[in-house]
């Protein structure tokens, strides 16, 4: 066996596990419950329009599709882990819309060149493991001219450092991959982007999470939907030292985040980087 034909296989066995990683756990339930608002604030900075042809990569249970498709756009739903897709379409038919659902490699997407109006991602894309290999494609499926649109959770964000928190507790990275939070980095977005595209504009901004009431609230919830807390808690398996250990860092680190509003309510705000751009026209000679 060749070396280029081993990489292929521990790619393909690193995507499975990634898709068994988030079809665990809820994370429809948990993108609804919590998030629901950031994928019409994706659509609306990318400017969607009726007509336009849309692609969201890594859509999850389309949390930025679906809105996307109530603008009467035409729209492609993908993602690594259809086991997601059900729930989407639930949501879609509950908001009268239609779109269509496809599985997909991030770093591999199955469209032409050039084919698409828009072409975003909300907390998705960031968690393909070789950025510029998905940044590559993003590029490429979109037309000249056409809207690059990411919404992603930043290192310095309440996200970022749940990640930090549990790096020391998980398996290491395989060779080669980038931890997600760092496209939530400006410099680091553009790096990957690079002469690809023009008009980059970025801003940083909060969302506002009042579900969690007391820092455990939030470890309870994650540690049932969240797919990637839930893998590090399988990796610790039945140690429970580490087990604990675990559970107090998150904790300690949701307490820190948590404030209170008012007599009853408490308040989370957790950092995103939102970032578009347009694909630069070829040049000419």
Same mark, same amino acid.
Not at 23 to 52: F, M, N, T, W
Not at 75 to 87: C, G, K, Q, W
Not at 142 to 155: A, F, R, S, V
């Given at each position: 066996?060749?070396?280029?034909?081993?990489?292929?296989?521990?790619?393909?066995?690193?995507?499975?596990?990634?898709?068994?990683?988030?079809?665990?756990?809820?994370?429809?339930?948990?993108?609804?419950?919590?998030?629901?608002?950031? +994928?019409?604030?994706?659509?609306?900075?990318?400017?969607?329009?009726?007509?336009?042809?849309?692609?969201?990569?890594?859509?999850?249970? +389309?949390?930025?599709?679906?809105?996307?498709?109530?603008?009467?756009?035409?729209?492609?739903?993908?993602?690594?882990?259809?086991?997601?897709?059900?729930?989407?379409?639930?949501?879609?038919?509950?908001?009268?819309?239609?779109?269509?659902?496809?599985?997909?490699?991030?770093?591999?997407?199955?469209?032409?060149?050039?084919?698409?109006?828009?072409?975003?991602?909300?907390?998705?894309?960031?968690?393909?493991?070789?950025?510029?290999?998905?940044?590559?494609?993003?590029?490429?499926?979109?037309?000249?001219?056409?809207?690059?649109?990411?919404?992603?959770?930043?290192?310095?964000?309440?996200?970022?450092?749940?990640?930090?928190?549990?790096?020391?507790?998980?398996?290491?990275?395989?060779?080669?991959?980038?931890?997600?939070?760092?496209?939530?980095?400006?410099?680091?977005?553009?790096?990957?982007?690079?002469?690809?595209?023009?008009?980059?504009?970025?801003?940083?901004?909060?969302?506002?999470?009042?579900?969690?009431?007391?820092?455990?609230?939030?470890?309870?919830?994650?540690?049932?939907?969240?797919?990637?807390?839930?893998?590090?808690?399988?990796?610790?398996?039945?140690?429970?030292?580490?087990?604990?250990?675990?559970?107090?860092?998150?904790?300690?680190?949701?307490?820190?985040?948590?404030?209170?509003?008012?007599?009853?309510?408490?308040?989370?705000?957790?950092?995103?980087?939102?970032?578009?751009?347009?694909?630069?026209?070829?040049?000419?000679?």
């Amino acid at each position: 066996m060749n070396d280029k034909t081993e990489a292929t296989e521990a790619d393909r066995a690193l995507k499975q596990e990634h898709r068994a990683m988030w079809a665990q756990g809820d994370y429809p339930a948990l993108a609804s419950e919590l998030v629901s608002d950031l +994928g019409a604030i994706l659509v609306d900075v990318c400017g969607v329009k009726p007509r336009h042809r849309v692609l969201d990569v890594a859509a999850g249970a +389309g949390n930025a599709a679906i809105p996307a498709a109530m603008m009467k756009a035409d729209v492609i739903a993908s993602d690594l882990t259809p086991e997601m897709f059900d729930a989407g379409r639930r949501q879609a038919a509950d908001r009268g819309v239609e779109l269509e659902w496809q599985e997909a490699d991030a770093e591999a997407l199955p469209f032409q060149d050039n084919e698409f109006d828009v072409v975003m991602s909300c907390q998705g894309v960031m968690f393909a493991p070789h950025h510029q290999a998905a940044a590559d494609e993003l590029v490429r499926v979109c037309k000249p001219d056409g809207h690059i649109g990411l919404l992603n959770w930043t290192p310095e964000g309440f996200i970022g450092k749940m990640f930090d928190t549990m790096k020391p507790f998980a398996p290491p990275p395989p060779p080669g991959t980038q931890p997600p939070p760092l496209w939530g980095t400006e410099d680091h977005v553009r790096e990957l982007l690079g002469s690809n595209v023009t008009d980059v504009k970025a801003e940083k901004r909060t969302v506002a999470i009042t579900s969690f009431h007391h820092p455990e609230d939030f470890l309870h919830y994650f540690k049932s939907h969240y797919g990637p807390a839930i893998s590090v808690y399988k990796f610790l398996g039945e140690d429970q030292d580490k087990v604990s250990a675990l559970d107090k860092a998150l904790t300690e680190l949701a307490d820190t985040f948590l404030e209170a509003h008012g007599d009853t309510t408490a308040q989370m705000e957790w950092e995103y980087l939102l970032l578009t751009a347009k694909k630069a026209r070829p040049a000419t000679s």
